[in-house]
């Protein structure tokens, strides 16, 4: 596979590319997970393609085997803290819905109950 696309100025690009620390706690060829600087749940972990896609739409016409990866290595993160099955996965798509950083990102979120619906 030939080196992924980035953007210079992307938050999510820089810490795939390692010039950003973060706490990374799981990664695949094609997927990074790391805690989010600001959980709103005790296990609060983004998931993102290495490859820069603006959005999970996007990811999904680009790769659909991406997009898979990352919503599967984000089940492996949730089993390896513990979650036992509970937790919720969110894709915000669009500043309206919250999304405030524009590189696709799947929140991983559990160790407390979730209420419906999210806000």
């Known amino acids: 596979m030939s080196a992924a696309p980035t953007h210079p100025d992307c938050l ?5 590319a390692g010039e950003i620390p973060a ?3 799981a990664r695949t060829d094609t997927s990074l997970a ?11 972990v983004l998931v993102v393609p290495r490859r820069h896609v603006a959005n999970a739409g996007e990811l999904a016409d680009a790769s659909p085997a ?3 990866d ?7 993160v949730a089993e390896q803290e513990g979650l036992d099955g509970d ?7 669009g500043a309206g819905a ?5 590189h696709a990102h799947l929140h991983l979120l559990g160790g407390r109950a979730m209420k419906w619906p999210p806000g």
Not at 34 to 44: K, M
């Open 12 to 16: 999510f690009c820089r810490i795939v």
């Open 23 to 25: 706490e990374v706690v």
């Open 34 to 44: 790391f805690r989010d600087v600001g959980p709103q749940a005790p296990t609060h």
């Open 66 to 68: 991406e997009l898979a």
């Open 70 to 76: 990352v919503t599967l290595l984000a089940r492996t």
């Open 87 to 93: 937790y919720r996965l969110v894709f915000n798509t």
């Open 98 to 102: 919250g999304q405030s950083v524009f």
